[in-house]
C-alpha cells in the first residue's frame, strides 16, 4: 500500500497507540497504564481486528541470519548500515530509503547492481530489520537526524545521491532541505504525495492538509530510547495481536520477487513490537503541511539538483474514482519532478508501486543517470 495513499484498516492500532503517545507522553507511560479511556479505545480497536493464531516467534527470537552490515550506536540505541560498492572519487555515495513498514532488504534487487558503479548504503530505520528501538515519537525530523548521525558515525562523507521510495520520498525531501549542502542529487521512487488521502474511522476520504492541527513538532531526541517495557501492557498485546497476519503477508506480491532471505528476514521482522512501534508518528500531518510550506517557497526549490521521479505505469486504484485517482497520481509525481529544472518524470511501465521490485533495472538506470549529471 502506498504510504502516500489511503490509510488502510490495519494500521488502526498504530493510529491508536500514536494517540496515546502524542496525548500522554513516552515518559509518563508507567503512570498511566490504566487509563480508561485509552483501554476502551484499544478494546475497539481490538473488536475490528481478526483472532490471532499463536504467534511462532516472540521478541526474544533472533533474525533468522546476522545483519550484513555494521551496527552502530548514534546515542544509545543502534542503527544497522549496509554499505556495498567501491568509492570513486568525488562520485556521490549512493543512500537508499525504504518505504513504510519496509527496510533495508526491501533493495536487494538494487543495491547489488549498483554497488558495481557505484559506493551505496541502504539501512534500517530504528525498530526496524536489525536496528534497535529509538526514541519516540517516530518523526519525520527524528528519522532525518538519526539518519544524518548515522552516517556521520560511519564515516560516510557527503556529497549523497538520495533515493526515496514511496514514505522514504518524504524522509529524503527533509533530509535535503535540512542539510543541503550534503545532497547532490535525488531519485523519488514512486514517492509519497504531498497532500495525501486518509481514511477516517466513519469512512470518509480526507486530505492530510485537512487533519494538521498546526500543534508544534517535538525536538529531536539524542538520548532515551523507547524499551518494550514502557508500553503499556493493554497496548503491547494489542500490537502483538495483528502481528500474526502481518508476518503472513510479510512476502505476498510483489514482495515475493525478493531473494529468500530477504523474505525470510522480513517474515522475522513483521513479527516484531519495533516494527510496529517504528511507524508510529502522531505529527505526520503537522511534517506534511511543513513540507508543503517549504515548496511553495519557490517554484522550484531543488534548483538545478539532477532529479529524476519514477512513478507506476500500472494503476492501483480501483472503484468507480479509480481512474481519476490514478490520474491525480501522475499529477502529483509530475508536479515532484518540477521541483528542479533538472528533474525528470519517468513512467514505470510494468510497475505498481513497488517499482525497485516490479523493475529493478530501471531505478538503477535512475541512479545512474543521476550521478552522472551530478559529474557533469
Known amino acids: 500500500m502506498p504510504s502516500g495513499s489511503i490509510l488502510i484498516p490495519s494500521w488502526t492500532l498504530k493510529i491508536a497507540f500514536a494517540r496515546y503517545l502524542q496525548s500522554k507522553g513516552v515518559q509518563n507511560l508507567k503512570r498511566i497504564r490504566e487509563n480508561r479511556l485509552f483501554i476502551a479505545t484499544l478494546s475497539a480497536v481490538f473488536l475490528l481486528m481478526p483472532s490471532a493464531a499463536a504467534l511462532t516467534q516472540t521478541e526474544t527470537t533472533p533474525p533468522p541470519f546476522p545483519a550484513p552490515g555494521k551496527l552502530i550506536d548514534i546515542g544509545g540505541w543502534r542503527l544497522h548500515l549496509n554499505c556495498t560498492g567501491e568509492s570513486r572519487g568525488s562520485q556521490p555515495t549512493v543512500i537508499l530509503e525504504a518505504g513504510k513498514g519496509d527496510f533495508s532488504v526491501e533493495w536487494s534487487l538494487v543495491q547489488p547492481e549498483v554497488a558495481k558503479f557505484a559506493r551505496v548504503c541502504s539501512y534500517d530505520r530504528a525498530g526496524d530489520g536489525w536496528s534497535d528501538l529509538g526514541p519516540h515519537p517516530r518523526t519525520f525530523h527524528q528519522i532525518v537526524y538519526e539518519l544524518h548521525t548515522l552516517l556521520e558515525k560511519a564515516g560516510v562523507k557527503p556529497p549523497l545521491v538520495l533515493v526515496g521510495h514511496s514514505y522514504g520520498g518524504w524522509l529524503v525531501r527533509l533530509y535535503a532541505s535540512t542539510y543541503q549542502a550534503d545532497v547532490a542529487g535525488m531519485v523519488l521512487v514512486e514517492a509519497g504525495a504531498d497532500n495525501p488521502w486518509r481514511l477516517m474511522p466513519d469512512g470518509k476520504l480526507v486530505r492530510a492538509a485537512e487533519l494538521a492541527k498546526g500543534v508544534p513538532v517535538p525536538a529531536v531526541k539524542v538520548s532515551n530510547p523507547l524499551r518494550v517495557s514502557d508500553i503499556p501492557p493493554v497496548a503491547l498485546s494489542q500490537m502483538r495481536a495483528d502481528m500474526p497476519r502481518a508476518v503472513a503477508e510479510a512476502n505476498d ?115 545512474k543517470e543521476v550521478l552522472s549529471a551530478v559529474k557533469r
Open 253 to 367: 506480491p510483489p514482495r515475493d520477487k525478493l531473494p529468500k532471505d530477504a523474505q525470510r528476514m522480513r517474515s522475522w521482522a513483521l513479527g516484531q513490537i519495533g516494527h510496529v512501534a517504528a511507524a508510529v508518528n502522531p505529527f505526520e500531518y503537522e511534517e506534511l503541511a511543513g513540507l508543503r510550506a517549504e515548496g511553495e517557497k519557490t517554484t522550484q526549490p531543488l534548483r538545478e539538483m539532477p532529479l529524476i521521479v519514477l512513478t507506476r505505469g500500472i494503476s492501483e486504484k480501483e472503484g468507480p474514482d479509480g481512474e481519476a485517482l490514478e490520474a491525480e497520481h501522475r499529477r502529483e509525481h509530475a508536479a515532484l519532478a518540477s521541483m528542479s529544472r533538472k528533474g525528470r518524470l519517468v513512467v514505470a511501465t510494468r510497475s505498481g508501486h513497488h517499482i525497485q521490485l516490479d523493475e529493478p533495472e530501471l531505478v538503477v538506470k535512475s541512479i
